[in-house]
């Protein structure tokens, strides 16, 4: 085997994702990712950032980042069950669960890890997982790692996951349903209300992935089981500091049991070195943000609802969104591509989403509203959506 | 430039327009019965279609390996394409038969066709299934009466679009089923469709969700050893359960990833992750049922229709099913098989039976290592 190539499958891989246009090409972000934005050198109206209350460049947030950094240093050191538990961790966890109005939180690396940890250790064999089948593909990779039937429901299902708990019921021992809070594709929200109350009668653990429901649905942003007041009937809240909390770093949170369980038994947690405390301090000021300025997320709908009145008078179809991700249908790859890049000439980022992404009639552009935009700037962007629909003969 | 070949059986069709239950043998009866020919137009109608999407794409240059006349060159002609892009393979004397079909098959594989476009129904298929012998994929733009088998787009625009998307690297190659109706039973009377064996064709790549901009593709292949997991546990987890294995290419592909040699068109019985039994009629199933009361069936949807039970494994019969126990029906599929079989069918022959199925409206569908999916049954 002296002629084995250690790494030339990299490249042939690569080129073949190329060959399909399947590759990613980053785009540069030059300076914060704001509501106008310098990408690749050209200011743009940001439309693509998950950013939702513009809390990365908020002044008590950055503050509190610098302050970390002078009284706890740049780094934590160590995993959180070694020695990289800080105060700054603990008092985070302390300010997330009294948001969540809940009894415990676990502060994790990212979503993604909080996904890929935690679910892992809640079913194994002979349990059943439910997951609807457009769920994130950090709860998938959770959902792989365990030995418990997997379950897929249709999407927003309710009846198709009833008929998934009665079969399960037959011979689970544990059973777990697990569904994104909000989609990010399409911005269509779970019927988690639904998904909590039939749960409940099989004895079932809900998990609700909220990373998009966050800072934007519920009671002061409080995430989507406040919006449907099923709080006590879902037994783990997944949340993420990526987006409307605009720092980084993932949590979970529930109850006590859930907190001691979770942190024993993670490997991702467990694992990997502890956030250092800038970004620690940022999360808990981004809390704070929260909890003391409303005007942010109230600011947040009234965009979304000014934005999409107007792109649908004229004439967009703007699909199933019920959130401020707001998708623009153009049908065809090709012409969603075309639209994009000519959104960026006339200084609008928002991407594309084609084939094989989402179904090949189903091309369309994204579009993230965010608290920060001004009326000028929706204006702008919509006056954009105008000219190129026209040009493209997508609206009249 | 890339080379496909493109055979047209110009009589197929004929037999439904005046309810004959296919072509085959009978053309004559359907002449005199009034019978006008549907391949030469959807043949062109492909043809038509290709031309319009490729226009301008000068990376889909295409030279088409085809036979002279009614099988290849006159639909082609008609439709406009150029004769310097024809390459004739051969000339077969009209009226044509399926020995011509098989001929030019051969001939445009050996000439290195990378696909085999056949404008057809059932039978052709067959034809064209044993002539290309897994050398090259085929695909089928529809023509027939019958069209059971799993290698026809749904019209022949939509064989264009396949064809275009395979050029272009979108598509990958997988197996299906060809499925014939019984031309001696039908003759005596009886209507029955078998399994008659498979062929590699074009299917969609199955993209899973890898990260929410993003997906990944996963091969038939890597179900397929996902799917050969889950049933080496199954087996060592179910020692004495005697485990029959239903035809169809699914099943065989993950019987081979088990270092099991499964026949294809028939059922097999393993236990313990040993095969005890080759290609059971239906008397050698009551028998080991006898021996081992203890069973579950596995099948896969066969055909371009979904079919569970009761087409391609009359073996299964309604006694089999009641001594196994329909609860004990295993269904599995490869995802991509899932996503285009909108529902299983079931028709064992025994109504009360198939009402049995059919009540419980959904069944789950193994797609992959300890996965399954609710999957509408047709009522
Ligand atoms: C639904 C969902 N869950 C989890 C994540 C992962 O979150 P994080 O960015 O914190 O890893 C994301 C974001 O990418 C998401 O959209």
Same mark, same amino acid.
């Given at each position: 085997m002296a002629n084995r190539d250690p790494t030339s499958w990299m490249r042939a891989e690569y080129e073949s994702l190329v060959a399909q246009s399947l590759d990613w090409k980053l785009r540069v972000l030059q300076g914060p990712s704001a509501p106008r934005s310098i990408v690749d050198g050209k200011t743009v109206i940001m439309l693509c950032s998950n950013n939702y209350l513009n809390l990365s460049n908020h002044p008590k947030v950055k503050r509190a980042a610098r302050e970390a950094i002078k009284t706890h /240093?740049? $780094? +934590? /050191? +160590?995993?959180r069950p070694i020695a990289g538990n800080m105060d700054l961790h603990e008092e985070l966890e302390r300010r997330i669960a009294r948001f969540k109005r809940r009894e415990a939180a676990l502060f994790y690396m990212s979503g993604f890890a909080g996904n890929a940890g935690l679910i892992s250790q809640l079913a194994g064999d002979g349990d059943a997982i439910l997951t609807d089948e457009l769920n994130h593909g950090s709860i998938i990779d959770g959902v792989r790692l365990t030995k418990a039937q997997r379950i897929i429901y249709r999407h927003r299902d309710v009846g198709d996951l009833e008929r998934a708990l009665k079969e399960a019921d037959v011979s689970a021992k544990k059973i777990l349903v697990v569904s994104d809070g909000v989609f990010s594709m399409d911005g269509d929200i779970a019927p988690v209300g639904e998904i909590a109350k039939l749960s409940e009668s099989f004895g079932a653990m809900v998990y609700i992935d909220d990373a998009h429901g966050e800072g934007v649905l519920g009671d002061g942003g409080r995430g989507v089981a406040s919006h449907f007041h099923v709080e006590e009937k879902i037994q783990v809240e997944l949340g993420t500091? +990526?987006?409307?909390? $605009?720092v980084v770093g993932g949590y979970v949170a529930g109850s006590n049991d859930l907190r001691n369980y979770a942190l024993n038994k993670s490997r991702t947690w467990l694992l990997s070195g502890s956030h250092p405390p800038a970004v620690t301090a940022a999360c808990t000021a981004a809390i704070d943000v929260l909890e003391t300025e409303p005007r942010h997320v109230k600011k947040l709908w009234s965009n979304t609802k000014y934005f999409k009145k107007r792109l649908v008078s004229l004439g967009f179809d703007i699909g199933r969104s019920e959130t401020p991700i707001t998708p623009v249908m153009l049908g065809d790859s090709a012409t969603a591509k075309r639209f994009s890049d000519r959104l960026f000439e006339e200084g609008v980022f928002a991407l594309p989403i084609v084939y094989p992404m989402v179904a090949k009639d189903k091309a369309r552009i994204r579009n993230i509203v965010n608290a920060g935009l001004k009326r000028q700037d929706l204006d702008d962007a919509l006056a954009a959506y105008e000219k190129i629909g026209k040009e493209l003969s997508v609206i009249a | 430039m890339r080379r496909l070949g493109f055979i047209v059986n110009p009589i197929a069709g004929m037999g439904g327009r005046v309810?004959?239950? $296919?072509?085959d043998g009978v053309v004559d009866e359907a002449r005199a019965a009034g019978a006008d020919p549907v391949a030469p137009t959807r043949a062109r109608a492909f043809a038509e279609t290709i031309l319009a999407l490729s226009r301008g794409d000068p990376s889909l240059s295409i030279r088409w390996l085809t036979a002279a006349g009614p099988m290849g060159m006159e639909p082609l002609g008609a439709a406009g394409v150029d004769e310097e892009r024809c390459e004739i393979i051969n000339r077969p004397p009209e009226p044509t038969t399926a020995e011509d079909t098989r001929r030019a098959v051969e001939a445009c594989i050996d000439r290195g066709a990378e696909l085999v476009l056949f404008c057809g129904g059932d039978g052709t298929a067959r034809d064209v299934a044993e002539s290309a012998r897994d050398r090259a994929p085929i695909l089928g733009i529809p023509a027939g009466v019958k069209m059971y088998s799993a290698v026809f787009a749904v019209s022949p625009q939509a064989a264009a679009e396949l064809t275009l998307a395979y050029l272009r690297g979108r598509l990958r190659i997988g197996s299906a089923e060809i499925l014939d109706l019984d031309e001696d039973a039908y003759r005596r009377g009886e209507w029955r469709i078998a399994l008659v064996g498979t062929a590699k064709t074009l299917v969609e790549p199955t993209l899973v969700q890898a990260g929410k901009l993003q997906v990944a593709e996963v091969t038939e292949e890597s179900t397929r050893e996902e799917l050969a997991d889950h049933f080496r546990e199954l087996f060592a987890a179910e020692p004495d359960t005697l485990f029959f294995l239903g035809p169809g290419s699914t099943i065989a592909s993950i019987a081979t990833v088990l270092g099991l040699e499964k026949t294809l068109l028939g059922i097999d019985a393993v236990l313990g992750g040993r095969t005890v039994a080759k290609d059971v009629d239906e008397r050698s199933l009551l028998r080991l049922l006898d021996q081992h009361p203890k069973a579950k069936l596995v099948v896969s949807p066969i055909g371009a229709q979904g079919f569970l039970l009761g087409r391609g494994n009359p073996e299964a019969s309604p006694d089999v099913l009641r001594r196994i126990g329909t609860r004990n029906v295993i269904a599995v599929a490869t995802p991509a098989k899932l996503a285009m079989t909108p529902v299983l069918r079931v028709d064992t022959g025994d109504a009360a039976l198939d009402e049995e199925f059919r009540r419980r409206e959904y069944l789950f569908v193994l797609i992959g290592y300890r996965t399954s999916k609710l999957h509408p049954i047709q009522r």
């Open positions: /240093g740049a $780094g +934590s /050191g +160590s995993v500091f +990526s987006k409307a909390l $605009g | 309810g004959l239950k $296919g072509t």
